[in-house]
């Protein structure tokens, strides 16, 4: 979802990421990006997408991360102080003795780790040393990692202990605040374990890309489907936005709407030649499983007017479910199927996922700031309520930039549910202005750079179309989580049903494991239909997900 945050440029510019900001691409360190082993990499080369280093907090690409912690007494200052990290190189640590300990520590753990990991991943010995990981780390939480003792070295008679990271409750409540260097990590302290360290240790979290859209180096579109179109319809003939190919929100609009090579179409066209194909404004209620073997699927047409609103079903070989999990509770029924289908275990995984909770809250930024500004920091990292504060910019030719003005998860995010939009923005500003001028070495207030008024707050708990923002799993849950992935081999050529997005990944907030999840579908879905695999592949050959014994 990317909603625009210029105020007076003609053209769309300017968009406020509300889904996700920065891109993993999966490249290896001096890689570019589109040369990364990822689907991401794979469709931004094939849709010529434009992207640049993104400006995470202590990153190289970021021009100074100021870090505020216990109202600015970490540092040992007799007056509140903003801690300046430069990284220009990418080695440097961040400012003073207490944040570099707790650097310390975590990188101590992080590289003892990645070392044996980049050893043994894709030999024959891989399975076995991430079953002993799982083994070791999924009955913990994140919290009690980030305290349990180091170990000195690895032993090969304890293939999945790494230890812990050894911290004191007070280098606990700081690595809260600062994580890893991609903002605070204090929402994934109650999670299993597992999750944080995937994300660290398999590069969910590095080299992270903004992704401009499918635009030239002006910040235009280029010439693509439908661009200049006064509208687009789907195959009954309801309009719905066209595509206008910015930020990241022009994946999803290449997918639509752009030509493959294999069939010379798009899916857009391809979908306008049957009535059913492509309907928006169409939200499904229920799911019936019909003694035919098909699959009856009900949904409510025009949904948004209500005089023209009409229930209506279509029948389905295979329907591919991509719903947040709770969704599949609240919103539709499932009717008909058994536990031969869909047994009671792999409802209790979805139902019971956890989700979390996150606020972003954007506003459009005047270029004097990134231009002209010399004391602010560009991206702020804190324990107030607000948390992380980014400043960023797509193309020097935008009429504004942006400032994400507050980006927090779970606890964090819940706090700011009492207030309005308009008052939590205007609280956030008050807030950042308050630490910007209790810090004796900034005295500079924010506030003059921001549009205020053009702010824009994203709620993903009461989005009534995700009720969450990435669906994680509590120690002890693992397993759970991978029965979800392991559905589609097991029950989905019975019921008809195919799980596919990050409900049903061990890797949810990000876009790699839905395009996983799709491909997994779709390989299933072959393979039920009889099709033929190219390059001789066969079903023996994929990867099976393995539950604990």
């Known amino acids: 979802m990317t909603v625009s945050g ?44 434009s992207i640049s280093d993104f400006a995470n907090p202590g990153s190289p ?65 891989w399975e076995q040393m991430w079953a002993a990981i799982v083994q070791k780390y999924e009955s913990t939480s994140f919290r009690d990692l980030v305290t349990m003792p180091a170990i000195n070295a690895w032993e090969e008679n304890s293939p999945g202990n790494f230890g812990g990271m050894g911290m004191t409750a007070d280098e606990s409540a700081i690595f809260y605040a600062i994580g890893i260097g991609d903002g605070s990590w204090g929402a994934f302290y109650d999670v299993c374990s597992l999750y944080p360290l995937r994300t660290a240790i398999f590069g969910f979290s590095s080299q992270l890309q903004l992704i401009h859209g499918r635009v030239d180096s002006t910040g235009d579109p280029v010439e693509s489907p439908h661009l200049s179109s006064a509208a687009v319809y789907d195959s009954r003939g309801l309009a719905f936005d066209k595509p206008r190919y910015i930020g990241l929100a022009a994946l999803d609009e290449c997918m639509l709407f752009m030509e493959t090579d294999t069939t010379g179409t798009s899916y857009y066209e391809h979908a306008l030649e049957r009535r059913d194909a492509f309907l928006t404004d169409s939200p499904v209620t229920k799911l019936q499983k019909l003694d035919d073997g098909k699959v009856r699927v009900f949904y409510n047409w025009n949904d948004s007017d209500p005089d023209q609103a009409e229930e209506q079903f279509a029948d389905y070989d295979s329907v591919v479910m991509t719903l947040p999990s709770w969704l599949i509770e609240t919103r539709i029924t499932l009717e008909n199927f058994t536990q031969e289908m869909l047994p009671f275990e792999t409802i209790n995984a979805y139902k019971t996922a956890h989700w979390e909770t996150s606020c972003k809250v954007f506003a459009p930024l005047k270029k004097s700031f990134l231009n002209k500004n010399k004391k602010i920091p560009q991206t702020i990292v804190t324990d107030s309520f607000i948390h992380d504060v980014y400043t960023y910019r797509y193309n020097k030719n935008y009429s504004y930039d ?63 179309n995700a009720l969450g923002c990435a669906k994680l799993y509590r120690p002890g849950t693992y397993y759970d989580a991978v029965s979800l992935m392991k559905y589609n081999r097991d029950y989905a050529h019975i019921s008809g049903l195919y799980f596919s997005g990050e409900s049903f990944s061990v890797d949810a907030g990000w876009t790699e494991p839905c395009f996983r999840g799709a491909v997994d579908a779709v390989i299933h879905i072959c393979n039920k239909t009889g099709a033929t695999f190219n390059g001789g592949f066969t079903m023996a050959e994929y990867p099976e997900y393995k539950l604990k014994t």
Not at 69 to 91: A, Q
Not at 407 to 435: G, N, Q, S
Not at 440 to 456: F, K, T, W
Request: with cysteine.
């Open 6 to 49: 210029s105020l007076s440029s003609p053209k769309s510019h300017t968009p406020f990421e509300m889904g996700a900001m920065r891109m993993p691409f999966f490249n290896r360190a001096g890689e570019p990006p589109k040369d990364g082993r990822s689907l991401m990499a794979y469709y931004a080369s094939e849709f010529g997408l």
């Open 61 to 125: 690409w970021v021009a100074s991360t100021g870090i505020y912690l216990r109202e600015g007494s970490v540092g040992g200052r007799s007056l509140p102080h903003m801690l300046i990290w430069k990284n220009e190189d990418g080695l440097t640590p961040p400012p003073g003795e207490e944040l570099q300990r707790v650097y310390a520590k975590w990188r101590a753990f992080a590289d003892r780790m990645s070392l044996h990991i980049s050893e043994e991943y894709a030999t024959q010995k």
């Open 402 to 464: 942006c400032i994400l003005l507050s980006y927090t998860w779970e606890d964090d995010a819940t706090k700011l549910a009492l207030f309005t939009d308009k008052e939590l923005v205007k609280k956030c500003v008050k807030e950042l202005d308050r630490i910007l001028m209790n810090s004796e070495n900034i005295r500079e207030r924010i506030s003059p750079y921001i549009g205020m008024d053009q702010a824009v707050v994203q709620r993903w708990m009461t989005d009534k």
